[in-house]
C-alpha cells in the first residue's frame, strides 16, 4: 500500500519538475485549455447557433475530460518503455509505473477542473445533490484508463508500433466523442458515437454535472468494461508481464 | 537469514530486431498459423545454461567471466529482474542492487531529490527516505553539490550517490556490477569498509568484476561464467 502512496507522491513531483522555474508551473497547461474552451466556444457555438449558457459549460466539461482520456491514451505506450533503466536494474512491480503515470495525468485533471468550475460559476449553473453523481462517473472512468494504461504500457513495450498506432487513433476519436456536442442530441446517422467506448465515459462525468439524462446503459458499459479489460489487463500481465524487463 | 537458490536454471532470451518489434510481422505469424517461422531477426540468446548453485548468509561471492559471459544477466537473475526460462530461482531478503550507472536517476533533479525518489522507488516512505539523507550526505562527501542536478554530476560522483542510497539501508543481498570500480581512491575504500560490514552481518554480497585484486580483497566464493555455463573456482587459483 505504501508503494500507491509513494507512485502519487512521485507522480505529483514528476509534475513540478516539469514546470520548474516557470511561473505558472503545472497551470501552464490550464491556461493552455482555457484559450482552448474560449476559442472552441466561440467558433463552434457561433457556427452551430448555440446557446452560449448550455454550450461553454458542456464543452468545457467535455474537453477536461477529454484532455484526461486522450492523455493516457497518448502517454499508454511508453509508459514502461520510458521507465526502462528502472525496470532493467530495480525490481519494482510493473503496476507500481501505471499508478505513477495516472496518477500525473489526475493531477493534470484536478488542475483543469478549476477552469470548469470557474465557467460554472460564470454561467450559474445549477448545483444540486444530483450533481455529486458524477463522482462514482469519475471513479469507473480512473479505473478504467488504469487498465487500459496498463495493457497499452505492455503492448507499447513489446510491440513499438503500438505507440504510433494510437496517436495516430486518438486525434480521430476526438471528432466521434462527444465533445464539442452532446450525445444525446445527435441525428440518428451519427449514432457511432455509441459504439466509441470513451463516449460513455464522457458522458458519465459530464451528465450528473449538467443534469440531463445519461445514456441508459452507462453503468453497465462501463462496469463491463472495466471487467473484461481488468480481466484481460491481468492475464496478459501474469503471462506474459515477467519478460517486461527483455522488452523494454 | 537471507539466501539464493539456483536450481537448473537455464535463461533464454528474444532479442528483438526491428522486425521483432513489429506488430504487422506478429499478426502476419498468427494468421498464417504459425507454420512459417520466420525468426531470423529475432535471435534468441541462452544467457545461463542449468545454473545451480546455494549462496548463504556471510557468502561473498566474486563474479568473474570475459566481456558477454553473462555476468550482468546472472545479476539480473538473482535480482528477479529477469526470469528464468526453465529451472527455479528462490531468493530470500531485502536486495539492493547497484547495476548501470545512472539508472533511476532523475537528471534535472538535485541530489537531494534524487534520494527521496530512488529510496521511494525501492519501498520505503518519504519520512523514511528523508532520514537517510545525512548518512548519505556523510557517505558520499558530495557536500553542496547535492543540492545541483545530477546532470553536473561525473560518473564517479553518480555512483557514489546511487552506492550510498543502495546500502543506506542496510541490505541483506546486495548486488554490484564492475561499473562500481569508477570511484577515487577515497570512495574505493569507503565503500570497502560498507561491503565489510554487510559482510560481516551475515548478508550475501555479489560482486561482477574483472579487477581480480578487488574481488580478492571482497569475496570469499569466486564463480567463473563461461558461455552461460557457471564454475565455482578457488580464490587462490585467480592471478
Known sequence: ?248 | MAKIEFDNVSLRYPIYGSHGMSLRSHLMRVATGGSIEQDSRTTVITALKDVSFMLKDGDAVGLIGHNGAGKSTMLRTMAGIYPPSTGKVIRQGKTATVFEIGAGLDYELSGYDNIIHLGMMMGLSYSEAKALTPDIEEFTELGDFLQLPIRTYSSGMTMRLMFAVATAVTPEILLLDEMFSTGDAGFKEKSQARIHKIIDAAKIFVFASHDMSLIKSYCNRVFRLEHGHLEEVTLETLT
Request: aromatic residues 12%; contains cysteine; charged residues 10%.
Open chain 1, 1 to 248: 500500500m505504501s508503494l500507491v502512496q509513494n507512485a502519487i507522491y512521485l507522480a505529483w513531483a514528476d509534475t513540478k519538475a516539469r514546470y520548474k522555474k516557470s511561473v505558472l508551473g503545472p497551470f501552464w497547461p490550464t491556461l493552455t485549455n482555457l484559450l482552448g474552451v474560449v476559442g472552441l466556444s466561440l467558433v463552434w457555438g457561433t457556427l452551430m447557433n448555440q446557446d452560449m449558457h448550455t454550450f461553454v459549460p458542456q464543452l468545457a466539461i467535455g474537453l477536461v475530460t477529454w484532455q484526461l482520456i486522450s492523455g493516457v491514451l497518448m502517454d499508454g505506450p511508453t509508459c514502461f518503455a520510458r521507465q526502462a533503466p528502472m525496470i532493467r536494474n530495480v525490481a519494482v512491480p510493473a503496476w507500481f509505473f501505471a499508478s505513477r503515470l495516472l496518477a500525473r495525468h489526475l493531477i493534470n485533471f484536478l488542475h483543469n477542473a478549476a477552469i470548469v468550475i470557474g465557467i460554472m460559476v460564470f454561467y450559474s449553473v445549477r448545483v444540486t445533490v444530483e450533481t455529486l453523481l458524477f463522482l462514482p462517473g469519475l471513479l469507473l472512468v480512473t479505473l478504467n484508463l488504469y487498465w487500459i494504461l496498463h495493457m497499452l504500457g505492455l503492448a507499447g513495450a513489446r510491440f513499438r508500433d503500438i505507440e504510433h498506432l494510437v496517436s495516430g487513433i486518438v486525434p480521430m476519436l476526438f471528432f466521434i466523442s462527444p465533445i464539442i456536442y452532446r450525445a444525446d442530441r445527435l441525428p440518428s446517422g451519427l449514432n457511432l458515437v455509441w459504439l466509441n467506448p470513451f463516449s460513455y465515459m464522457i458522458e458519465a462525468v459530464r451528465a450528473p454535472i449538467l443534469g440531463y439524462a445519461l445514456h441508459p446503459d452507462t453503468w453497465i458499459i462501463l462496469t463491463g468494461m472495466l471487467l473484461v479489460g481488468g480481466g484481460l489487463t491481468w492475464l496478459y500481465q501474469e503471462r506474459q508481464g515477467k519478460n517486461l524487463a527483455f522488452w523494454v
